[in-house]
């Protein structure tokens, strides 16, 4: 008896939704699912460097993580190639490239150093992350998209980056263990937090603005360039703690307003 569709033993068929009418796709888009590789690679590519002590590359493969990871989906909305398979291999990439390789980049770091206590504080950050990106999955379209619930895995990734490629190179000591050990287990748990953080998605990037906005981010890319790691590692750290910042704001104020009101 013959089948509408044959398909392959191992092919991707999706159902998608023309005119109305369901139709069943074979195969994926290569470029957006590209770009998601190469994010995964440098992912992985950070973990193969730390755990060969090379923890500048490490810290910098996560950041070329990050602007890749920035691109496959921007670039799959402007190409028209979303798809159900690209959505769950980004968060699989996702996974790899900002839960897995910045616990194990700080771990061999600094972590491995302090025996089962090391490997709990990292695996605090990895379960944050994955748990993170289990609920940011199951809440796309049902909460605001100007803001995130909980530290996004990619700024808690930088955070994580930031601080072991601003230190790489500084002699072991007591107060860069603790400092380690406040960062990764505080992004860890700010990735499972209600915190609310700007997720900055309302910004018009095709609108006009006056041209004194390109002398701005000419002044941006500058000062980035002039110290990178550290910039970098205090603009993720500044984001991580403004959302428990404003939290404690909102609810002194809304603490006040009930005062008044009584």
């Known amino acids: 008896m013959g089948h509408e569709f044959d398909i392959e033993t191992g092919e991707v068929v999706e159902e998608e939704f023309v005119e109305g009418a369901p139709v069943r796709r074979k195969g994926i888009y290569l470029l957006p699912n590209a770009l998601t590789t190469a994010s995964l690679f440098s992912g992985f590519y950070a973990i193969v460097s730390a755990a060969n002590g090379v923890f500048d590359n490490a810290a910098i493969a996560i950041f070329v993580s990050m602007i890749l990871d920035g691109l496959d989906g921007r670039v799959a909305r402007l190409t028209n190639t979303q798809s159900k398979f690209g959505e769950e291999y980004d968060s699989l990439a996702d996974m790899v490239a900002f839960g897995v390789a910045p616990g194990l980049v700080a771990f061999f770091w600094s972590l491995n150093n302090l025996d089962q206590v090391g490997w709990a504080i990292t695996f605090i950050y990895v379960a944050g992350a994955a748990l993170r990106l289990a609920r940011f999955n199951t ?41 380690t050990i406040i960062v990764v287990g505080g992004c860890g748990v700010l990735m499972v937090s209600n915190i609310l953080y700007k997720s900055f998605k309302d910004l018009d990037m095709r609108g006009r603005v006056p041209f004194a906005a390109i002398l701005l981010v000419v002044l941006v890319f500058v000062v980035v360039a002039l110290d990178p790691a550290t910039v970098l590692f205090t603009g993720f750290l500044v984001y991580a703690l403004s959302g428990p910042v404003l939290a404690l704001f909102r609810k002194s104020r809304n603490s006040a307003n009930e005062s008044a009101s009584v």
């Open 139 to 179: 809440q796309i379209g049902s909460v605001d998209k100007k803001f995130f619930v909980g530290l996004a895995s990619p700024a808690a990734a930088a955070c994580v980056a930031g601080l072991v490629w601003c230190f790489h190179d500084v002699e072991p000591a007591s107060w860069l263990t603790l400092m």
